[in-house]
């Protein structure tokens, strides 16, 4: 059985850090690759930064690049995304997700197989 649970969500003044964590157990967890999607209200889901299988190669999109680190542990099959530097416009659920591989880029919703169910991230301004 596959299971992909979310931590670490939160309210942070508008600057500040927060650090998600992501643990996959079962098929998730295989040598599978891992993303983060984040959806504001009203807006679609959004991928926001990936990694491959054995975390040797992250993407990202530029609204995060240079403030959001992606890492993997796969000893501890756990994913952490260590965001910085953090904007009001940042606020939205996180969501964990995994799939088989990434193609050098992040997929689309639909290309990923396994979701958590996601945790709230809040910047105030």
């Known amino acids: 059985q596959e299971h992909v649970v979310e931590s670490g969500g939160g309210l942070v003044q508008a600057g500040g850090s927060l650090a998600l964590s992501c643990a996959a157990s079962?098929?998730?967890?295989?040598?599978?690759?891992m993303g983060w999607f984040l959806q504001a209200p009203g807006k679609e889901r959004e991928g926001i930064s990936c990694?491959?299988?054995?975390?040797?190669?992250?993407w990202y999109i530029d609204s995060v690049k240079d403030r959001f680190t992606l890492s993997r542990d796969n000893a501890k099959k756990s994913l952490d995304l260590q965001m910085n530097s953090l904007k009001p416009e940042d606020t939205a659920m996180y969501y964990c997700?995994?799939?088989?591989?990434?193609?050098?880029?992040?997929?689309?919703?639909?290309?990923?197989?396994?979701w958590g169910q996601g945790t709230q991230v809040t910047v105030s301004s």
């Open positions: 997700a995994a799939c088989s591989s990434v193609p050098g880029y992040i997929l689309p919703v639909k290309g990923w197989a396994y």
């Open positions: 079962g098929a998730a967890s295989d040598g599978y690759a």
């Open positions: 990694i491959t299988s054995s975390g040797g190669r992250a």
